[in-house]
């Protein structure tokens, strides 16, 4: 069994969630599954829709991977005692990323030090206040920790964690269900090319041409 | 009042209705919403995520633009003539889109008589069956209606539909909050590109370039 579970908190943006979520849960692979691990069962979305979680932030200590997403309340929850006590995350057997805000939280976890962090550009400000070096990246990776910076960088993120997990070739065909119809082969390899490039820093973004 | 409202079903596709949902609801308008409307309160998407919508269907009638999402279940929704009968949908007055197999709500709505059209590999093969014309491209317009195929291309479904109601400077306002980070500038060009370029087909897609 393989899960993924997706660390979302109240406030949580939705395009760093789902995104995640529905490609993640593209690998064709049997008993692999990503799930949303939430402080409680139903939470509510920065543009207020209620969801509720598969499973309470417990369940993240259990995961082969797990992505911390973003959301317009991280700073609470890093303020957070008990709830940080209830997130416990080990670099050495899982696979651990966040998205924008989501550094806050693996900043706190301690994950992040000493590396370079891909970040939002409100909370580069934070982070950099703290000593944190945030790159003009969408994405950086040190061993088994990413961060990601831009809601749609969640793309780039799903790819690194399903390549680390199941490699290059599952990711590919995870990203190849979801991409825009016309642009298949260039959007895949673009994000593939970005999560092969992450542990490169600082990375020279072309990005896109349209 | 500007109101959005992308409607989804059960089963839907978490990239398809959230991504449209929080890049609308980035413009930076008075008096401007985007909802996710839906047959009931509660609807589960297709990776078992239940969440509850802020409205019932029959407000996309009072909407200024519809989005219709995509998800597992479209097939059995377009069936359903009682389901059908609640979404009343005018393009005189109101700037509609689809998502995927959204295309076969507007299709049963008469919404894409003798016009081109975009979806997904799947329905792509449904639609074609009733001689409907497929594009190999992310997003076509015609007047006040879209159809967009490939997850992602909700991305460019988003940009047209803040183009067509709040212009072209809007529209890039709004990805640039959720472009992913380095790539700021190409991303949302291409996005607006593609957008701009909708009703062209075929269009020579040019995609990504990493």
Redesign the interface.
Known sequence: MTTIAIVTFDGF???DS??A???L?RVARPAWR???VAPSREITSM????????AELEAAAEADAVLVGSGTKTRDVVADARTMGRLRLDPARQVIGSQCSGALVLAKLGLLAGTPV????RTKATLESEGVSV?????FARGNVAT??????S??LAAWTIAKLAGEDAARAALA???????????A??AL??AAGATRAP?A??????
């Open positions: 943006n939705e395009i789902f995104v979520l529905s490609i849960n990503a799930v949303l543009n207020g829709v209620r969801i509720s979680a598969h891909c970040t939002d550009r790159l003009e990246q969408p994405l990601a910076g831009g809601c749609l960088a793309v780039y269900y979801v991409v825009p119809v016309g642009e298949e082969r260039a959007a390899e673009h090319d970005v990375r973004s072309k990005g896109y041409r349209g």
